[in-house]
């Protein structure tokens, strides 16, 4: 059975960092990119970063570019989200997913609050 | 604002038939694929509806989705109470660098 457990969300002020992790299990973790969702409280999906299998392309959404890092280690079947300077608007449930454009399995999500 | 317009409820009694759109362009749904998600209240999203119209193993077939030009719809068919829940569309952009886009949700309520 695949999961995906996501960890490391918490309560950070503003301009504070967190890193999100995912870890993977009863997948080829390697053979799948891997996506980061995010949804704010009592708002709908918002697709946040992707990463290919390999680690050589990866892509973020407008408002998290220059803060946010997506990475990857496969020997371990962890992905990873590095945030910095977190805003208030950052406030959500983030969750990991396989796939690029189609995001098969999902996490349960890991809550993430900015705010002094 | 979405990129992607699906109206923000709908509503339908056990039985009923229930469709939900999603509007988009030529950059999104125009030129790739759609697909649904379902997330019931309190719970993470599940893929519903991929490429379109195809369903995942284990969605029943009560749950059907098509596409049109640049517009994509679900269909629901034999409503169930368990029905009820967030709908959302989503699609790969061109026009935006590696993005994949949503709509807005749509509230789905069993009366």
């Known amino acids: 059975e695949v999961q995906l457990v996501e960890s490391g969300g918490g309560l950070v002020q503003p301009g504070g960092s967190l890193r999100l992790s995912c870890a993977a299990s009863?997948?080829?973790?390697?053979?799948?990119?891997m996506s980061w969702v995010r949804q704010a409280p009592g708002k709908g999906l918002e697709w946040v970063a992707n990463?290919?299998?390999?680690?050589?392309?990866?892509y973020y959404v407008d408002s998290v570019k220059g803060r946010f890092t997506i990475s990857r280690d496969n020997a371990k079947n962890l992905l990873y989200l590095q945030m910095n300077g977190l805003r208030a608007e950052d406030t959500a449930v983030y969750y990991c997913?396989?796939?690029?454009?189609?995001?098969?399995?999902w996490g349960q999500g890991t809550l993430v609050t900015v705010s002094s | 604002q979405s990129v992607l317009t699906q109206p923000p409820s709908a509503s339908g009694t056990p039985g009923q038939r229930v469709n939900i759109s999603c509007s988009g362009s030529?950059?999104?749904?125009?030129?790739?694929?759609a697909n649904w998600y379902q997330q019931l209240p309190g719970t993470a999203p599940k893929l519903l509806i991929h490429n379109n119209n195809q369903r995942p193993s284990g969605v029943p077939d009560r749950f059907s989705g098509s596409k049109s030009g640049t517009s994509a719809s679900l269909a629901i068919s034999g409503l169930q109470s368990e029905d009820e829940a967030d709908y959302y569309c989503?699609?790969?952009?061109?026009?935006?660098?590696?993005?994949?886009?949503f709509g807005g949700g749509t509230k789905l309520t069993v009366l």
């Open positions: 989503a699609a790969w952009d061109d026009s935006l660098d590696g993005s994949v886009i």
């Open positions: 997913a396989t796939g690029q454009t189609t995001m098969v399995k």
């Open positions: 009863g997948i080829s973790f390697g053979n799948f990119w």
């Open positions: 030529r950059s999104n749904i125009g030129r790739n694929t």
């Open positions: 990463i290919k299998q390999d680690g050589s392309e990866k």
